[in-house]
């Protein structure tokens, strides 16, 4: 079955750089876009990019351009989403999400990790 | 960027009845972007319902969604008690994703 298993809760200090993992498994990692999607407490989700496993493109959204990096490592199937010069507002569970090709929905989603960003 | 204004922002019914929740875009919306999710606390958001009407795998047929424009909606007929969560909407235009600001759906 599909499953994305992302890493474990992280807690960082302000200006500090955070890197979450998601490990994909039960269907070809190569084949379907990944999402990052964060959502702070009490909040709807936000969307931050979107990853192209087979050939290692990727779109960020506006307002993080500049201080996130997608990345792959397909040898494991795992896609990784760093966020750099965290601040208190950064705190929130990041999700990674499975796109099916230019379908405009996240079907499958990872169980989510928590950043909490505080000195 | 498109915003979207998910109302009532919690409504409150008991189980058989029927719930409507709507998602309003700020701009027009292509149908085949609007997206809704249901998520229950602690839980990551679950595929409900795509291109604004189609029900995802596994979703029981008293899932409905319809709209067009700006105006889109989520109809549950017979609520059953494990319908009650958070409902967002999204969408999709000019390589980027927004999501609306939820519906709780409580039990009354």
């Known amino acids: 079955q599909v499953q994305l298993v992302q890493s474990g809760a992280e807690v960082k200090q302000p200006g500090a750089s955070v890197k979450v993992s998601c490990k994909a498994s039960?269907?070809?990692?190569?084949?379907?876009?990944i999402h990052w999607v964060r959502q702070a407490p009490g909040q709807g989700p936000e969307w931050m990019g979107i990853?192209?496993?087979?050939?290692?493109?990727?779109s960020y959204a506006q307002r993080f351009q500049g201080r996130v990096t997608m990345t792959r490592d397909t040898s494991t199937s795992t896609a990784y989403m760093e966020l750099s010069s965290l601040k208190s507002e950064d705190s929130a569970v990041y999700y990674c999400?499975?796109?099916?090709?230019?379908?405009?929905?996240?079907?499958?989603w990872g169980q989510g990790s928590l950043v909490t960003v505080s000195s | 960027e498109i915003v979207l204004t998910q109302s009532p922002g919690t409504l409150s019914l008991s189980p058989g009845e029927r719930a409507s929740l709507s998602c309003r875009a700020s701009q027009s919306v292509s149908s085949s972007s609007l997206v809704w999710y249901q998520q229950k606390p602690g839980q990551a958001p679950r595929l409900l319902i795509y291109g604004t009407s189609s029900r995802a795998t596994g979703i029981p047929d008293r899932f409905s969604g319809s709209g067009s424009g700006t105006d889109f909606s989520l109809s549950i007929s017979r609520l059953e008690p494990e319908d009650f969560a958070v409902y967002y909407c999204?969408?999709?235009?000019?390589?980027?994703?927004?999501f609306g600001q939820g519906t709780k759906l409580e039990i009354k």
């Open positions: 039960g269907y070809t990692f190569t084949n379907y876009y």
């Open positions: 999204q969408q999709y235009v000019n390589s980027g994703y927004t």
């Open positions: 999400a499975r796109e099916p090709p230019d379908s405009l929905y996240f079907d499958y």
């Open positions: 990853f192209y496993p087979s050939g290692g493109a990727m």
